[in-house]
């Protein structure tokens, strides 16, 4: 993985990209009301490899969804990551790193130590090699 300033770098072009697109990595999701009735009940939360995981509950329905979620992520991360000259992985880790820090209170989100933990009013724990 490349230096921390390259990570900053990296997180700042991504912002900047999906505020010019108005869209944010996820957004293609929210517009599915499954996905958000998932998100809310805790049953998915973001990871820090900036993919959607599955955190309990639901069958192959909520699977499907998860995959195909990230399946639009890795193509998202792909195409961004080619333009600033970084690997899928470190784009889809910067991205980890905005996704959590944008779970609002009561989201789950996955904490560096791979644990599942539950938004509460203050920040998230993240990845000390986050921007």
């Known amino acids: 993985m ?6 900053r770098s990296l997180a700042l072009a991504g912002l900047g990209g999906a505020m010019l697109l108005g869209l944010s ?7 599915d009301p ?5 998100r809310s009940a805790g049953q998915v939360g973001e990871k820090t490899d900036g993919y959607l995981g599955v955190v309990s509950g639901g069958g192959g329905d909520l699977r499907g969804l ?15 990551a080619a333009s600033q000259n970084a690997t899928v992985e470190e784009y889809a880790f910067t991205q980890g ?6 779970t609002a209170p009561g989201e789950k989100y996955q904490s560096p130590d791979g644990s599942w933990q539950t ?13």
């Open 2 to 7: 490349k230096s921390i300033s390259h990570l």
């Open 25 to 31: 990595a996820p957004a293609f999701a929210d517009r």
């Open 34 to 38: 499954a996905y958000a009735a998932a």
């Open 66 to 80: 998860v995959d195909k979620i990230n399946i639009q992520r890795r193509a998202n991360y792909t195409q961004r």
């Open 97 to 102: 790193c905005l996704l959590i820090a944008r």
């Open 119 to 131: 938004r509460g009013s203050g920040a998230p724990q993240r990845d000390p090699r986050c921007p």
